[in-house]
């Protein structure tokens, strides 16, 4: 078992990623795409310094709040985080512009619920819409650009579950676990997790090969 959870234990590391939406912009204002550098093209889409610089501060953080006062610049170069956050803004670009190719459509009131269910805009559990507002305007954010932020990442969760939905597991594929049902249970739903993270990889992996994508990576070197 021990064997099993070591095995997996790289989902985890690579869900970091994964869950670095570049659209959300708590604490650091909006982007102007017209007056910014691009460090890469994907077909259309375009990913400026600053949105790259803020994605790649946001991960960062994230590192340093795990690994504390062992995450310094040696760590950094190993984890190749510079390469791994242009990577993962490619990969959302990418199923963005593939989310548009299928009609995928996210609704206002889609828009409405995930924005009132936010935590960091309710008082005693409740949407407060003058925390809302007070919110985006500290950071310097229009309600417009928030909502189409949301909208994005909306998006994105879709796609993804519509691709890992496509997966399960088969039964040469269930690992055998015996003792504690809870813990074989958990470790079962970490198999499938990690089933369907491949599954986006590799759709995500053929859509690259299918778009025109250019990259300056000496912009972040």
């Known amino acids: 078992m021990l064997q099993f959870m070591r095995k997996h234990a790289k989902f985890f590391y690579v869900f970091f990623f994964l869950i670095i939406i570049s659209f959300i912009f708590f604490y650091v204002g909006p ?18 310094l600053e949105e790259y610089w803020r994605t790649y501060d946001r991960a ?37 512009l593939a989310a548009k190719e299928m009609g995928i459509i996210i609704k206002d ?4 619920d995930a924005i009132t269910h936010e935590q960091a805009f309710t008082r005693n559990n409740v949407f407060d819409r003058e ?50 049902e809870k813990i074989a249970k958990a470790l079962r739903q970490t198999a499938l997790a990690d089933k369907k993270e491949r599954a986006i990889k590799s ?6 090969k ?4 250019k990259i300056n990576s000496q912009l972040i070197s």
């Open 131 to 180: 925390i809302y507002l007070r919110t985006l305007e500290l950071n310097r954010i229009t309600p417009e650009l928030f909502e189409n932020a949301k909208r994005q990442e909306l998006t994105l969760a879709k796609i993804k579950k519509i691709i890992g939905e496509s997966v399960d597991l088969t039964d040469d594929k269930i690992p055998q676990i015996s003792g504690d």
């Open 31 to 48: 982007i102007d795409k017209s007056t910014t550098v691009p460090v890469a093209e994907v077909g259309k889409e375009k990913i400026t």
């Open 109 to 112: 009131e889609e828009v409405e």
């Open 210 to 213: 299918q778009m025109k994508i």
């Open 203 to 208: 759709y995500v992996d053929g859509l690259k």
């Open 60 to 96: 960062r953080n994230l590192y340093r709040d795990i690994y504390k006062e062992k995450f310094d610049e040696e760590m950094e170069k190993k984890l190749r985080l510079k390469e791994k956050v242009l990577d993962a803004l490619i990969e959302e670009k990418a199923l963005l």
